[in-house]
């Protein structure tokens, strides 16, 4: 017998009985102009507000006001040193000791600087290998990066795609590129979840395949960290980037972490670009030092860090810390289970989850294929108060989040999907 049932007396036990329940009042949840929530399903493309992000972020613009740039050294949380104080929790979030991180840049632009390092093309080893539907910026990224070089960015680039008529990708076909260019890649930059499909890819088995090849092996965990449980050290990966405005709800456009393995913290030969804010902080601000580069994740920084920023996320972090990745990741299973429970049970033959039905491989997310549906079919969605995401040429992508979302909402999402489909 299945753990789950049909009915919304269900739905509101499963509410009632999870113990994480509380954590939704901790959000702002958006309304209609009605004054009812919205069904919200893209923690995956914009967390929510935590109530608590305002009080974080009021206490460094009291601080600034009160302190102009004594703030610096003597702000309540100091400012000099603020990007340390979201060192601990994230390295926990992510699997990584706290040498290996650093909150700091954006996405992509750490992508640029972690490339600069770990994408050291040769004549005969230039190639990079990506999953054929990476995120867009990825692509463009790693494209750039070939013809920076020198290279041509299509002959370069090589894809890790899935076979006819499925989406997900197996390692099988990761093996077998490998075993007939290895020794022309010189990166592969993977995306740890992909963001299309929702797979979430096994980053130790990867690692290790490309470095028995002598590849460097890069993620981006943008649609992982806060939503799985990440085991960057473990993984072996050279390193890794992901955003802070998805799951880890620190607002549009919030910095972004970084991950460099420990095998690369005290190498000061590795090429990389640099400022004030990689060098020895001891010496920082005598201006004339030779320069000295810090040890770990820290010695990528470039410039001093938008506090205003790293305060949202502090806020958040806290808030993560609080509850536990552990925890969270047992009640995403249940709600995204139940979730995949009743699109099954539509048995409707023109719609398909394409993401992994196996929990090890997947985050919260799941990509819902419908044939014959076209962008009508998430207006009407949204007309009746559920905001997904929709994917040319037929997919909607609905991420329950385990610490807002509830069962009720993914009950009502899979009942509005039906009224509008029966039409
Ligand atoms: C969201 C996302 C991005 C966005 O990049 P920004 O630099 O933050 O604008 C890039 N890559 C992946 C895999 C993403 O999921």
Redesign the pocket.
Known sequence: MSKYQLGLDFAKQQDYLDELSDYRNKFHIPKDKNGNELIYLTGNSLGLQPISTKSYINQELEDWANLGVEGHAHAKNPWLSYHEFLTDSMAKLVGAKPIEVVVMN????NLHFMMVSFYQPTQSRYKILIESDA?P??KYAVESQLRHHGFDDKEGLILWKPRKNEELLHYEDLEAILESQGDEIALIMI?GVN?YTGQYFDLKRITDLGHKFDCFVGF?C??GAGNVVLNLHDSGADFAVW?TY?YLNSGPGSL?GCFVHERHAHNKNLNRFTGWWSHNKQTRFNMRHEFDVLPGAEGWQLSNPPILSMAAIKASLDLFNEVGIKRLTKKSRKLTGYFEFLINKLNNKDIKIITPTNPEERGCQLSIQVKNADKNLHDKLTKSGVLSDWREPDVIRCAPVPLYNTFEDVYFIVEKLKNILSK
Do not use: I, N, Q
């Not at 954006?106 to 632009?109: G, K, N, S, W």
């Open positions: 954006t996405l992509t632009a995120f910026s990825d995306g963001y981006d943008a649609h955003c998805k972004a």
